[in-house]
Each structure stands twice: as C-alpha cells, then as structure tokens.
C-alpha cells in the first residue's frame, strides 16, 4: 500500500497540464495522491496543519523556493514531541529552483512527482534565525539587497538571469555593513560585511554557490563573509574565495551550530528566496529536524558522500 501524498500547490502554477497528467497517471498506478491550491496568504500554513492532522505521510511542495520556505515554516511550527510530521518532498516549479538543483533532485514536474511518491526519506537539519526556520541557504548584504529589489515579472521574463541583471545594476551603488558575530567558542568576527551567507544548502540567487562545504544533515551551519575591500586587494579576495580561509583578511568561512548577531541597524536578510529585516537575533542548527525525500546519492547528504569516498 502506498503512502498517503498530498501536494501543496502554489497557485501561480495551477494550470500546469504535465502535474494534472502525472497525477491522474500515478492514481491509476495506485497512489493515493490529493492537491491543495494556494490562492491567498496563509493557505499553506493552514493546509499543512490539515496535512498533519488528517495523517498524510508524504507532504509534497510543488513550487519555487519561497514554497518550500512557507513548507518548512509550517511544518516547524506543528512540530512537537507527540506530533508524525509528514515527509517533505518538493516539486521544483519556481525561477531558480536552487535547492533543488544543488540536491540533485530531479527537474521534470513528472519525473519529480514520481521521484516524491515512491523514494525513501531521510532526516535533515534546519536552521532557526530568531522566530523564522529556512533549509537551504540565508545571504545578507548585497545578496540578500538583489533579490529584495528583483521585481516579480522581471524573475518570471528573465529566469536566473535577472539576479544577475540586478546584481550589475547594485553594483553601482555597493555599500557595506558593520556586522558584529559571536561564536560558540567566544570567537567574535566584526567588520564592514559586503556579503554574508549562512548555509544549511549551497547556492542561492539562482545557482551562486556560496557556501561549498555545507551540508544538509551535519549539525552545523556553514557561514561566509565578505568584508569591505579596496579595488587594490581584489586579487586577495578572490584568492581567499578559492582557500575559503576560517579567518581570512578579507574572507571567512566559518562551520558552527549556532552563531549570535547584531547590527547598527535593521538589514536586509534572504531566507530561502524570501526577503526580512533583521537587526540581531541568532541563527542556530535544529539537527535532523525533519524528514526530506531525497536522491541517495544527494550531494548534500554526508552519508551518501561518506559511502561514495
């Protein structure tokens, strides 16, 4: 008997012919699959909870990243020590579709709605910043600025190609600022920050890879920082990006559990795709938090990457 799916739909994607097809195809193979549109603001939370409640096994995010972000919130918030949260597959219908690329899973709406019904979970960690959860990757800074300011319909003419765009046009205008962070081994990094990234994934922005030694179910966070620069050290900067030194003069790459933060004032903060403000707070690892139907051979896993050395 198969597990009981349900897929969370964003509306945006509604009309989509392959997924109705796919789903009519599995039904008669025998799997139980139903759907739930979202049309308005807190339709996810709100079908998670049902999803939780009515015992589903396989919660399916059909959508880009900012709906697997929604997901991962919903899921968190009905976590409890009593509660069987469903497995948690994604469809990648976004613009950049990051997680689901650098997790290699699979890309077709058809071969993902397969993927999701009939491939085995396996525990992963997620990341808490103050009151929010994200499992991929969080940028500040410049990062987080481009995909605040990227207009909808720009994403949707251009693809991953309008990060980019914007980012050419930010340039223009870069300014850095001063971050304050605290280690769990008393540690504190400060400094003009360009660029900061707190990675559970490894790409953002439409496949930027911005933290290369994450991964997905190894307790830590993975942190890169990029302190304000004269165009005379540039090369440096460049040559500490390829050594991804943990104290660097102008880069560190930082592996932790938890880190605390602060800053002058509120900033712009990039969780999953999803733009906030943030001033101070921390960022913490919730180990093996929830269960994700992955490839076994995901490159984000570290047991699939153990068996493969």
Not at 180 to 196: E, Q
Not at 200 to 227: H, S, V
Not at 281 to 287: C, H, L, T, V
Request: include cysteine; aromatic fraction near 6%; charge should be negative.
């Amino acid at each position: 008997m198969s597990a009981r799916s349900r897929i969370l739909l964003n509306g945006k994607s509604a009309a989509s012919i392959e997924l109705r097809d796919t789903v009519y195809t599995l039904r008669e193979q025998g799997f139980t699959i139903d759907v739930r549109i979202t049309w308005e603001q807190q339709d996810i939370p709100r079908f998670v909870q049902e999803a939780c409640d009515d015992g589903i096994e396989r919660l399916i995010a059909a959508g880009g990243d900012g709906t697997i972000h929604e997901t991962v919130n919903a899921l968190m918030a009905c976590k409890t020590d009593d509660t069987v949260l469903p497995s948690l597959a994604v469809i990648p219908m976004g613009t950049a579709n990051d997680f689901a690329n650098s997790c290699a899973l699979p890309l077709t709406i058809s071969g993902a709605l397969n993927f999701a019904v009939s491939a085995k979970s396996c525990p992963v960690d997620i990341i808490q910043v103050n009151q929010h959860y994200y499992l991929n990757l969080a940028s500040s800074g410049f990062g987080a600025a481009v995909t605040a300011s990227t207009p909808p319909e720009l994403k949707r003419i251009l693809g991953a190609a309008a990060y980019s765009l914007m980012g050419v046009i930010m340039a223009l205008n870069l300014k850095p600022h001063d971050g304050h962070l605290s280690l769990p081994d008393n540690k504190i990094h400060t400094g003009s920050i360009l660029v900061a990234a707190i990675g559970n994934g490894r790409q953002a922005g439409g496949g930027r890879i911005l933290t290369p030694r994450a991964y997905i179910d190894d307790g830590l966070l993975d942190i890169l920082l990029i302190r304000h620069f004269p165009v005379s050290d540039f090369g440096l900067v460049l040559q500490e990006l390829s050594e991804l030194p943990q104290d660097g003069r102008y880069v560190s790459y930082i592996q932790t559990p938890w880190f605390d933060f602060s800053h002058q004032q509120a900033i712009n903060v990039n969780l999953d795709g999803e733009p906030y403000k943030f001033k101070d707070g921390r960022a913490k690892i919730i180990p093996h938090a929830l269960r994700l139907i992955l490839p076994s051979d995901c490159p984000l896993l570290v047991q699939s990457n153990s068996a493969q050395a």
